[in-house]
């Protein structure tokens, strides 16, 4: 029985769609060929055995490995990372590296963004905190200086008042200060207290809207994305990417929904093979502003996905310090390592007795 449940799963594999293009017929054949060619040549069985690591041999049924030939080619023409369970618990790829799986070259920005919605939606934790509550993170960012190549580490916790009424402790670099209460009527992007945050759409389209109509006209009573300038789509797309990148812990549903905006802007467009600062091979989303001048700078700033569950891994950044002949170039990667609400500014969640998600 056991059989028949494994080819059922993998045979549904067959029907998946992973979001990259098709594949010509001749590319298909040819990948086809080869596939059947490998896993019937007479040593197949012999490298059906190669270890994964010393002494620690995979060992497959016959009739498993011979059914994922149809199973398999099918999965891969769709461009599908195809993952079996070995007898002794442990997984291994049935495809090639990452750097060569087909939709890590042909992914698109908006399948990349849509597919870290659906998996914020299913894995994101769910809070309500007090307004006399603290938002802590913790945040690794490791710095390259691009001369030197010297990299160095840095760790930044932040307690982050709620409602803003009190004082903040912020960190950025390794270095911290207090933040004063917000002021009445301040208004700030993105916003940081939890009431104005749960007050933006949770639809995309009326979160592009939104951020359109209030953040770069005021006056606008604009109602469809049809009519948005490609400056305002600029703005609309710094605005996403500030919210995404300053506020790591969000009101249920508006992350999904930034990250399905941010895939409707023109100009966002995805990068295969970007490491993030764990050394972890993903696809970078970045930007191609319409409205940047020739020749000047273009935009540096890559969020990173894992290429299969499309899961949140990290940013890329850069940031310059001095001035004239002396200013410093440095590559930032960085990731959220944890977070949790507390109850105290300067307070650890293992103090508060509660675990910390990341």
């Known amino acids: 029985m056991r059989d028949i449940d494994e080819l059922r799963d993998l045979r549904d594999l067959a029907d998946f769609d992973a979001g990259a293009p098709p594949l010509d017929d001749e590319t298909r054949r040819r990948g086809r060929a ?25 060992r497959r049924r016959p009739v498993l490995r011979i059914a994922l030939a149809g199973v398999v080619a099918a999965a891969v023409t769709a461009g599908v990372l195809v993952t079996v369970q070995n007898d002794d618990g442990r997984d291994g790829t049935a495809t090639p590296p990452v750097k060569n799986l087909p939709h890590m070259r042909n992914v698109s920005a908006r399948t990349v963004l849509n597919g870290a919605a659906s998996y914020a939606r299913k894995n994101d934790k769910v809070v309500s905190p007090r307004d006399d509550q603290f938002i802590y ?24 008042s709620v409602d803003g009424s009190q ?43 939104a951020l359109q109509n209030v953040g770069f006209a005021p006056d606008a ?32 549903g508006l992350r999904p929904a930034a990250y399905e905006a941010l895939g409707m802007v023109p100009g966002v467009k995805a990068l295969p093979n970007q490491k993030d600062a764990k050394g972890r091979v993903g696809v970078a989303i970045t930007y191609d502003d319409p409205t940047r001048p020739e020749g000047a700078p273009g935009y540096d700033s890559y969020f990173i996905f894992d290429p299969v569950t499309y899961a949140f891994l990290g940013f ?3 940031r310059t310090s001095g001035d004239g002949k002396g200013i410093k170039r440095y590559t ?6 944890s ?4 109850d105290k500014v300067k307070q650890h969640p293992s103090a508060a007795g509660q675990d910390s998600a990341g």
Do not use: C
């Open 34 to 58: 080869r596939l059947l060619a490998t896993i019937t040549a007479p040593g197949a069985d012999r490298a059906a055995r190669r270890t994964i690591g010393p002494d620690r041999p995979v």
């Open 137 to 160: 993170t913790k945040e690794i960012i490791k710095e390259t200086n691009q001369k030197t190549g010297k990299t160095k580490t840095h760790v930044d916790e932040i307690w982050r």
């Open 167 to 209: 004082r903040s402790w912020i960190m950025e670099i390794g270095k911290g200060w207090w933040a004063p209460p917000n002021e009445e009527n301040q208004t700030s992007w993105p916003p940081k207290d939890w009431g104005t945050l749960q007050k933006l759409p949770t639809d995309p389209d009326q979160l592009i809207l």
């Open 221 to 252: 009573k604009n109602t469809s994305l049809d009519k948005i300038t490609d400056q305002e789509w600029s703005h609309i797309h710094f605005s996403l990417a500030g919210l995404l990148k300053l506020v790591p812990v969000m009101p249920e």
């Open 316 to 318: 890329r950044d850069e």
């Open 332 to 337: 930032q990667l960085s990731y959220l390592d």
């Open 339 to 342: 977070w949790a609400i507390v």
